[in-house]
């Protein structure tokens, strides 16, 4: 291996490793960026339930109400300011009430609930409701009511929906499908392009030309096929 | 027959190359090549930009008044023809005109991004820029390096994988390449002495677009060979602008290249000033005081190679990015004249990757709209609701003070790209000395 290829090489390494771990960033949820992120990300560790809220360095409420038919054993507060966070701690009710500004990041709460079979969130911003900046459990997982419910198994269940039910992958997926004929000839044009590059290239120093051209079109309808059969599982 | 098809062959790919099984198998291969990263963007990005101008297409359309658009007549006129014929091809794009028609651009935005074919509309869209893109790869060729077939091959290759046209025209999706491709047509005749068709088509482009009448003196200059001419072509120049200005204003009764004067290209000119007293009215326009400086200076040229006119063009252009507030798809209008300089000197090849690196960073001055939404038509949910670059930037640093740093290394490397343009005109005087002494022993 040449000097240069092995430099090319690590480049597109590299290049690939960061672009997996920005997607990766972006899908799980609880990843967010205090003072840039905008909105309230909630997820469960170790049976505690964590609640945090960030907005781009502009002044902002958040405030709201968790109830449960369980019980609030323990609470923990983060990044809390006395005197202008004020947060109410009851046997199976929180209400809370916090405000970021240029300085003030991200706030938030862990607390931990026990023999409950639901959550219930009433979570707003600016004394309104927001539900696309409400993430819980995921980024863009968000409730479909002002004041939503969630079950105990409900962060469990969301860590089995696979990668491609999530998005951005799931609406890529499904303007691909629900655009099929689109995507086959697009597909069997860049099929195309490809085959003449290779049959310039590779096949030009071959035997058999033509069987290798062949060939090249069998794979790439093959291709097609399979992408039909990939996408129609893909959508569900 | 055969011959009918060699002398089409060499009308396309230039006698040149054409002639040499070799080069013609090289250009293929970079076509190819040029052709297949153009589709992959195809489909899925776009800046909003493109939208308005099928918008305004789609409303031309609907009033059936091929004069609607005010500002540029011509660019509306081409994407108004085109969507009729797509849209008679295929009738699907009819579904579409609901949210073409729509006013509210938010609301338009979110509806073309959530349309499930969105990605055969981007496609159809954008194919029309890629038709003249072809055109203009095949054009530059025939610039300079006659009988080099590998420097013209080399100019082919620097077109077709420029980072900035692709960019510019198949993520961005600007339609600057259609007015690039009149403007190139104009060199050319230039380049056959046909004063004034070069003179009359560079017109257009300056109706297509603002940009070609900044070197509108500079092809004066190079045509004219007597004081005469210098006289014949300027009113020619000039009677071509008016005479498509009142082309449309007889026939759509609305002016065509005044209402360009008072748009935000012009202003970009000006933006750049030095007061001389503070609190005054005095100041000196930079780019002005500059461009007058470049013009002077090739009019001062005795002998105007087509070479030293296109390299004169590279530098307008990167002084023009280099001094003057501009939109990311200006900096395409540098590029045809680059790629020639690239064959001579590699650097500015390198320098120009720098540009585009640069510019991705420049963007962020546009904020969201020519960032994260360029992507949204994959999933616009999640390109609204993620985290934008500049909350990220502003949350550890002055995103305005972030961005202007790389905006002064930009300038910096403009700059330095037009001195490195010079110093190949001083190189091609020479050589023009050279053969006329050669010539004469």
């Not at chain 2, 797509?86 to 579904?95: L, R, T, V």
């Not at chain 2, 005749?189 to 509108?216: C, E, Q, S, T, V």
């Not at chain 2, 502003?394 to 010079?422: C, H, P, Q």
Request: charged share 20%; glycine share 6%.
């Amino acid at each position: 291996m040449t000097g240069k290829t092995f430099k090319i090489k690590i480049i597109i390494l590299v290049s690939l490793l960061v672009l997996i771990s920005l997607l990766l960033a972006g899908c799980t949820g609880i990843f967010y960026i205090p003072g840039a992120s905008y909105g309230y990300y909630i997820w469960e560790e170790n049976n505690s339930i964590f609640i945090e809220w960030s907005v781009d360095k502009k002044d902002t409420e958040f405030n709201g109400v968790i109830s449960t038919d369980g019980k609030i054993t323990a609470y923990k507060l983060k990044n809390w300011e006395e005197g202008d966070d004020i947060i109410e701690v009851g046997e199976d009710r929180i209400e809370f009430s916090a405000a970021l500004s240029s300085q003030d990041y991200s706030d938030g709460f862990i607390f931990t609930p026990q023999d409950y079979t639901y959550l219930e969130f009433d979570l707003e911003i600016n004394n309104g409701y927001e539900l696309s900046r409400v993430n819980v459990g995921g980024f863009l997982e968000n409730p479909k009511d002002d004041v939503f419910r969630i079950g105990k198994d409900y962060f469990s269940q969301l860590e089995m929906k696979p990668w491609y039910r999530k998005h951005p992958f799931s609406e890529f997926f499904y303007k691909l499908s629900a655009n099929k004929y689109f995507t086959f000839l697009y597909l069997f044009i860049l099929g195309i392009i490809i085959i003449e590059i290779l049959r310039v290239t590779v096949i030009a120093r071959r035997k058999r030309k033509i069987m290798w051209v062949m060939i090249s079109y069998a794979v790439l309808i093959i291709i097609e096929i399979c992408i039909y059969f990939i996408l129609r599982f893909l959508t569900g | 027959m055969k011959k009918f098809f060699n002398k089409i062959g060499s009308l396309i790919v230039t006698r040149e190359i054409f002639e040499d099984k070799k080069s013609l198998k090289t250009l293929y291969k970079y076509f190819l090549g040029g052709l297949l990263v153009r589709f992959i963007f195809l489909p899925f990005f776009f800046e909003r930009d493109i939208l308005s101008t099928y918008q305004r297409a789609a409303e031309t359309l609907y009033t059936k008044n091929l004069g609607l658009d005010n500002l540029q007549i011509l660019t509306n006129m081409i994407h108004s023809i085109y969507l009729f014929i797509i849209k008679s091809i295929f009738p699907a794009i009819n579904q579409l005109f609901s949210v073409l028609l729509e006013k509210d651009t938010w609301i338009s935005w979110i509806e073309f991004n959530s349309s499930y074919n969105i990605f055969t509309t981007l496609t159809l869209f954008k194919i029309l820029y890629l038709v003249f893109d072809i055109g203009c790869m095949f054009l530059i060729m025939r610039f300079s390096f006659d009988d080099e077939p590998e420097n013209k091959l080399r100019v082919f290759k620097f077109w077709i994988f420029n980072p900035i046209l692709l960019f510019v025209v198949y993520i961005f999706a600007r339609h600057d390449i259609i007015a690039v491709f009149t403007t190139l047509v104009a060199l050319l005749l230039a380049k056959k002495d046909r004063k004034y068709w070069a003179i009359g088509i560079l017109a257009i482009g300056i109706a297509l677009r603002f940009f070609p009448i900044m070197i509108l003196p500079l092809l004066v200059l190079y045509l004219a060979r007597t004081k005469k001419d210098y006289i014949i072509l300027s009113l020619t120049g000039l009677s071509g602008i008016t005479a498509v200005e009142l082309l449309c204003h007889f026939i759509f009764g609305k002016s065509v290249i005044l209402p360009l004067l008072k748009t935000q290209h012009f202003e970009y000119f000006l933006s750049t000033k030095f007061d001389l007293v503070t609190g005054s009215h005095s100041s000196i326009f930079i780019f002005i005081a500059a461009y007058i400086f470049i013009i002077l200076s090739f009019l001062h040229i005795k002998k105007k190679s087509f070479d030293l006119l296109l390299n004169y063009g590279a530098i307008i252009y990167l002084a023009y990015v280099g001094i003057c507030f501009f939109h990311p798809q200006y900096v395409l209008w540098v590029v045809p004249f680059l790629v020639i300089a690239f064959v001579r000197r590699k650097s500015l090849l390198y320098y120009n990757w720098l540009q585009f690196v640069l510019l991705m960073v420049i963007l962020i001055y546009w904020g969201d709209l020519v960032t994260k939404f360029v992507l949204a038509p994959i999933d616009y949910r999640y390109f609204i609701y993620l985290t934008g670059i500049i909350p990220i930037i502003e949350r550890f640093y002055d995103s305005a003070k972030f961005v202007n740093i790389f905006r002064s290394i930009f300038t910096g490397v403009s700059l330095w790209m037009v001195y490195l343009i010079y110093k190949d005109n001083k190189k091609l005087m020479g050589n023009e000395l050279d053969n006329n002494r050669l010539g004469k022993v």
